[in-house]
């Protein structure tokens, strides 16, 4: 008898305090792409819409953001230059599962904390990575945050 009596409490108590509360806004500041070097022991961000296409050279982005929030779910569309061959039941299994059969989309999620109010992606040019013109588009909580184009040469 008392789990009806508790539920109804609760139900009350919900409907009586409104809508939960409203999530914390993100607000972007400034979006900045550009390549990461090692200068003196410290890691400096400079600028750029052109990666050398030097195996290990890092690159990728600074985002400034204004939130309380202490993780920001962060989505990335990468299209890479040139699509990858596949075989002809790769790219049925590809069409089967609703991926972009040219193997030239990848979309990576993660959490990231910010950090004296900026959040940071990296990579480094892989030892078969093509060189040619790159398009990525980062989502913040699922909002277009900034969209960078940029050349590996």
Not at 18 to 41: D, T
Not at 58 to 69: D, F, H
Not at 138 to 144: A, I, M, S
Request: net charge negative; glycine share 8%; charged share 25%.
């Amino acid at each position: 008898m008392l789990r009806p009596f508790l539920f109804s409490f609760l139900l009350v108590c919900s409907l009586a305090h409104g809508a939960p509360p409203a999530e914390a806004p993100v607000e972007v500041v400034a979006a900045e792409f550009g390549i990461f070097e090692e200068k003196k022991g410290d890691l400096v961000f400079t600028p750029t819409d052109v990666v050398p296409h030097v195996l290990g050279q890092r690159y990728g982005w600074v985002i400034e953001v204004k939130t309380s929030k202490r993780t920001l779910k962060v989505s990335e569309e990468y299209v890479q230059p040139r699509p990858n061959k596949g075989t002809a039941e790769e790219k049925e299994v590809a069409r089967n599962l609703g991926l972009s059969n040219d193997k030239r989309t990848q979309v990576s999620e993660r959490l990231l904390a910010p950090m004296d109010g900026h959040i940071y992606a990296e990579w480094s040019v892989g030892p078969n990575e093509p060189a040619g013109h790159r398009r990525l588009q980062v989502l913040v909580e699922g909002q277009v945050a900034a969209r960078f184009e940029f050349d590996v040469k």
